[in-house]
């Protein structure tokens, strides 16, 4: 594979990230009346709408430092890219379905299910990009770790489809529990530390 | 923390804010009948869409002198600057939610609370990239006085909310000072000019 | 006056002016029946389209070779640049107005103001600019020769608001003759050609 | 011609390309009940989306090559490329009229014909590129090469459109092949690949 500058699949990249997240706010609709209960009536639909933009957000920020350690992308990594956007540009569409339907099982289930493959993607992403950095051996081992923390997030996400029929809260709590770990250990910063340590 | 490059959390930040402000002319709904009558109705939207555009427009001047100055990105200035970001995505909503409802208190009340919000995580990104600048002299002294500025636009629209249930006047009469205000001194550019002098 | 880097300044337009772009063509609104009668329908919709599609497109190939010929970014030009934006992005809610009330009076009227204003707006960002390239001989030929190019264009956007209530016809020859006279001499692209002669 | 930075051509290029795809995903209507019957029937829109997706990625991944080789941009490339991002913008409304009504004759031959004419476009800037690169021979090659698959893939889809009339799963089955031609030979990349051997 023959070297490609980085910095378009970056701009793309943002581009997409930044009207997805955008497009997710476009559902908070606004109310006709001004009364306290109308715009009460938004509450679920609003913090769903935290929850994704905190999701994309740590997604955003992980293909970030991710792309930050890459020093060449081949014809290979854009498609992985693409592949990526795709899963992601779904998050919308199953933000706005569980804000439609309050915590029905099947917008739950549906909204793991389109994180869970958003996640997986990243990872494809993120191996392939490992691939070129298999000679060092600190990349190695925090992607060794990175790996391991978004196995952990996607099966958390796999798990949340199912236990939706049994109840929603248990789903809701799984993704509410993923950007919650993310926040704990800080992996993917810490991969870029090793690379680039202050 | 390591050092990142500012350049990704520059164009992210420039997709969402163009894109918020371009999401707030949606609100101007084109009428179905040419008549003068018609498009007069659409003024209160048109000046709120205008307001808005102008309060977003300062933000993002601001985040660029901000940014100017700021030599590394680390990675809890990233997530800052993420907060601010979401508080700005909820401005189209408020500004569509006082279009529709032509200045009633609740409406007006929640634009000045969201315009406070997105102020105050500004002042908490400007707060962290200060710390990296503490040991030049010229910078503190410019990040003391932008931190004033802050603070002073951030009570203005906290008073405003309140105030919208004593007279809706009162309180946009704060949202067109505090740009006024912005526009007198010009704060932060001369921070930038401090730094970088012509 | 301190210098700034033009890439935000240029990113955050060409943001705003792909939105711009693709805002306009979502007003193609997609026919519910498949009859060819439904889809001729939208001809004048989609011919309105590509005019401001076109306008658009002349008024970022005008601001890219503009900024490439500035070296140094003042805060008083990135607000001139915004003050532009603000008009411009009012050309895809003028457009939908045409569309939906097809050739009336008042929204062809306001088409030509609009880009009449988004016109001056242009102009008063490349006069600024031109102030600091005052010194350089070929580039004030060559901003004299623009700045009646753009008075040029103005006075005839000018001239098409009180026209569309004589004949709406009179307006639509103005918005279609603009941007021929611009595919003629290609003014702005010879200026950036004095400055850097292939 | 005089040269121009060609960021400033990738930047606005990868804005509109991310507003197309995301404004695609918004076709994807929530359904108002949690049904599975519900969700099913956006199975055929889904789809639509998949393949408009993958189509617009591959013409911004040939995009994205085409312009790496490329060392110098004149002002009639800029006008080549924005004639190019006018048909690529179509492709939503074609995406949305065929999921709007499932598979009937016009939208699948309109939907062809707007492909048609953005492989078409696509190729009128590839041979302006393709004229400043004559003098290498290699490139020269890859361009005789690619200006052939872009030559298959337009005439593919130009034959789509009567085609629709006939069937509108041979149309379908074209617009399948088309994609999945790219991926076999995978031209444009060992194009740039012979520009910059690994």
Do not use: Q, R, Y
């Given at each position: 594979m023959q070297p490609l500058g980085k910095s378009r699949m970056e701009?793309?990249?943002?581009?997409v990230v930044a009207i997805i997240v955008t497009i997710?706010?476009?559902?908070?609709?606004v109310p006709h009346d001004a009364s306290p209960e109308a715009l009460l009536?938004?509450?679920?639909?609003f913090l769903s709408y935290a929850l994704?933009?905190?999701v994309v957000a740590?997604?955003?920020?992980?293909?970030?430092?991710?792309?930050h350690t890459a020093t060449r992308i081949t014809g290979r990594e854009l498609w992985l890219n693409n592949h990526f956007l795709f899963w992601l540009s779904l998050v919308p569409f199953t933000t706005a379905y569980i804000g439609e339907n309050h915590l029905a099982p099947l917008p739950v289930a549906l909204y793991g299910l389109a994180l869970c493959l958003a996640g997986c993607a990243f990872d494809l992403l993120r191996r392939e990009i490992a691939r070129d950095q298999a000679g060092d051996p600190a990349m190695a081992a925090l992607h060794r770790r990175s790996s391991r923390t978004n196995a952990v997030s996607a099966l958390l996400y796999l798990a949340a489809v199912p236990l939706a029929w049994v109840s929603?809260?248990?789903s809701v709590f799984i993704y509410v529990l993923v950007p919650a770990i993310y926040f704990m250990p800080r992996n993917i910063e810490k991969m870029a530390a090793g690379k680039q340590p202050a």
């Open positions: 701009a793309f990249s943002d581009g997710m706010v476009l559902e908070l609709k009536h938004l509450a679920p639909i994704s933009f905190l740590i997604l955003w920020v992980n293909h970030h430092h991710l792309l929603v809260w248990l």
